[in-house]
């Protein structure tokens, strides 16, 4: 870490750093430039998969091996940048795009390229006005410099790059409900297959990644895959089925900390590193009782898992989803649990597209239960019910057609089974004569005090 060079955020803080003439003061650019001339699409291709760079954008499935499943045969090839953010506690992508636009910009046109994509959209986050801005000023400057349209930097190569604003539906950020949203259509997200490399936007193969990671693979072709494979977490020995967790992530760190804000540093950086070294500990004096280790879809850490690396294997060794945003969000020993799931459970309720039955009647069930547990109706049982709900929905046990359902249900499953005893002790002390019930108790009301 002492020796950690920050690259992702180099430029932040640097007086008008999303205008072009900066960036190019500063190097921007010049590996474009470079690439265009000298290297074939394939090349980079190859340049990236050695890399051994991961999707940030939560999956964390390989790049380059993800860009050699397009159909090459079918044109155009269209490129998808997902910049709709709507992990809760995730914002790199909007300081990205806000503070160095051309930074990913330079990273989607080598991406375009490598994947010979003559035609890339910005599906941009309803809510990010400035963001909205500067990408927009930033893809004006880029052609009036030739560095997009026709004969992209002097080359043979030509790309056009739209952007688009999507409705703050948080099912967007799947790749195949943002290319439906793209085609002007409902947000459902496709059956799969066919998978977007073979047939996507407009039934033609595209490629989705997220705007970290096009913006690392801009420096990976300008430093190598040897550079960026010295940082970060070599592959497990005993998992055949791990390819490593390379290069620098940028990690958002937000709750109970007293230096909340987006920080880089290799993957594999501790959640207890992290938040004491970079967020300067937990505010006022408190303790952690709780962490989201990647955005809230994926669970919760307890207080005494904060030795888990944040990489894209730590997570799961402590029973969370798995590393997702990279989304750090801290819990303090003063905050209610309940309270915690709650509005974790109201959120996937209203953001559940509805498609998949066990996701929209179990996300809604699962909310409406904490609404009765918090109104002081609960029993006992009740934590068993959603644990139940938890354990029977979404793409893990095979019952939906996108990850949604995990996302809502993992942070039922953490905090149940790792936070059990304050469920039950709440239970107890505000329902003392029905906490043992079992048999079925009548709808509740809908108050102004458990909207």
């Known amino acids: 870490m002492d020796d950690f060079e920050p690259v992702l955020l180099a430029n932040i803080g640097v007086e008008n750093s999303h205008e072009l003439r900066v960036y190019e003061s500063r190097g921007g650019y010049q590996t474009l430039r470079r690439a265009v001339r000298e290297k074939t699409p394939q090349e980079l291709v190859e340049l990236v998969k050695a890399s051994g760079l991961r999707g940030r954008g939560g999956a964390g499935f390989p790049t380059g091996l993800k860009w050699t499943f397009l159909d090459k045969k079918s044109r155009p090839i269209y490129f998808c940048l997902n910049a709709d953010e709507s992990e809760p506690g995730t914002f790199n992508n909007r300081i990205l795009m806000e503070e160095d636009p051309h930074q990913v910009l330079e990273g989607l046109i080598l991406s375009c390229y490598a994947t010979e994509s003559s035609v890339a959209y910005i599906y941009m986050r309803y809510e990010y006005p400035t963001a909205w801005q500067r990408m927009g000023r930033a893809v004006q400057e880029c052609y009036e410099a030739g560095l997009l349209g026709q004969r992209v930097a002097g080359s043979d190569y030509s790309l056009d790059v739209y952007l688009h604003r999507g409705a703050g539906a948080y099912i967007c950020g799947e790749e195949t409900g943002l290319i439906e949203s793209l085609e002007g259509k409902r947000a459902w997200p496709r059956i799969k297959p066919p998978f977007p490399a073979v047939e996507g936007l407009f039934r033609k ?75 300067q500990g937990v505010w006022k004096g408190r303790q952690a009782k709780a962490v ?35 989304a750090v969000v801290v819990i303090d020993d003063q905050t209610s649990m309940i309270d915690v799931l709650y509005n ?88 003392p004569t029905g906490y043992q019930r079992t048999d079925p108790v009548p709808a509740m009301e809908l108050s102004e005090s458990c909207r």
């Not at 089925?241 to 230096?259: A, E, I, M, Q, T």
């Not at 307890?302 to 294997?313: A, K, R, V, Y």
Request: contains cysteine; aromatic residues 8%; proline residues 8%.
């Open 205 to 279: 193969p595209t490629v989705v990644n997220n705007v970290e990671t096009v913006a690392c693979v801009k420096h990976i072709v300008e430093r190598g895959a040897d550079w960026f494979r010295s940082i970060g977490v070599p592959p497990d020995p005993n998992n055949p089925r791990d390819p490593g967790s390379f290069g620098p992530k940028l990690y958002c760190l937000s709750g109970h900390v007293n230096r909340p804000g987006c920080y880089e540093a290799p993957l594999g950086i501790t959640v207890r590193e992290l938040i004491d070294r970079m967020g």
């Open 344 to 431: 974790s459970c109201r959120f996937f309720a209203h953001e559940s597209c509805g498609q998949c039955t066990p996701c929209r009647e179990g996300t809604a069930w699962a909310y409406n239960i904490l609404k009765r547990i918090k109104a002081g109706r609960g029993r006992l049982v009740d934590l068993d019910l959603l644990l139940g709900l938890a354990d029977s929905m979404g793409i893990i046990p095979g019952t939906t057609i996108c990850g949604l359902a995990d996302g809502a249900a993992w942070p039922i499953k953490n905090a149940i089974r790792k936070f059990r005893d304050e469920f039950e002790t709440y239970i107890r002390q505000t329902n």
């Open 292 to 326: 989201v280790p990647g955005g809230i879809s994926m669970g919760f850490l307890s207080g005494e898992e904060l030795d888990c690396p944040l990489d894209f294997n730590g997570p799961g060794r402590y029973g969370c989803l798995g590393l997702g945003t990279a």
